[in-house]
């Protein structure tokens, strides 16, 4: 967090949160609501989007969850509730100085290592990670299911035509992980909250 909202934080410690203002797009696009109807208002706004790369860079610096995963923007001495259309972090793949896949946040920060992965009843791949639960942008997704193999080094083609209910371990290809691999599972479409640790809504 930056420290010029840590000072505001402590000089006006009582400012009330407020929610229906800014939202994360399933791109990992910040939406401004205007007029503070993003949700829960009979007439929801869609909100526009923020371009600045300033005001960007600093919601993605002060962006931060509490601890029953409701995730914000700390915009000074006020708390900014995030509706998350996709998930607390949209990712992207990249490649790392030796040209190895690694995943990107929205925000440009390394994402992993990767506890679990999941794919929901729509072709949706979440992870989990320390940093939270995370959603593969779709310009992305054909990307990251090619870059993912079996613990064996085999990919995903023939598990994802016939996916097993018991899952499957994983590893990024080329990605140094561990040879256990790490888990995919299914996900149900009315689980992901519980199971990903995060509100959608605060």
């Keep these: 967090m930056d420290d010029q909202v840590l000072a505001a934080m402590a000089r006006w410690p009582n400012v009330p949160a407020v929610r229906g203002w800014l939202s994360l797009s399933a791109r990992g696009q910040w939406r401004l609501h205007p007029h503070g109807r993003g ?8 909100g526009e989007a923020i371009t600045s790369p300033q005001i960007v860079a600093f919601i993605g610096r002060n962006y931060l969850a509490d601890d ?3 995730w914000f923007f700390q915009n000074g001495p006020q708390r900014v509730y995030v509706r998350l259309d996709g998930a607390p972090w949209i990712l992207g793949l990249d490649a790392d100085a030796r040209g190895r896949p690694v995943l990107r946040t929205h925000t440009g920060r390394d994402y992993g290592p990767v506890t679990h ?4 009843p729509e072709g949706r791949l979440y992870a989990r990670s320390g940093q939270g639960a995370g959603l593969v942008a779709d310009r992305d997704l054909a990307r990251v299911i090619d870059a993912l193999r079996t613990h064996d080094g085999r ?3 023939d598990w994802l035509e016939n996916p097993d209910p018991a899952g499957i371990a994983v590893r990024l290809a080329d990605a140094g992980r561990s040879p256990a691999g790490t888990p995919l599972g299914l996900l149900a479409a009315d689980a992901l909250e519980a199971t990903l640790g995060f509100v959608r809504r605060p």
Excluded at 39 to 46: L, N, V
Excluded at 117 to 120: E, R, S
Aim: zero cysteines; charged letters at 35%; hydrophobic letters at 35%.
């Design 39 to 46: 949700w829960g208002a009979p007439d929801e706004e869609p």
């Design 68 to 70: 029953t995963g409701r």
């Design 117 to 120: 992965w999941w794919l929901d």
């Design 155 to 157: 990919p995903l083609d």
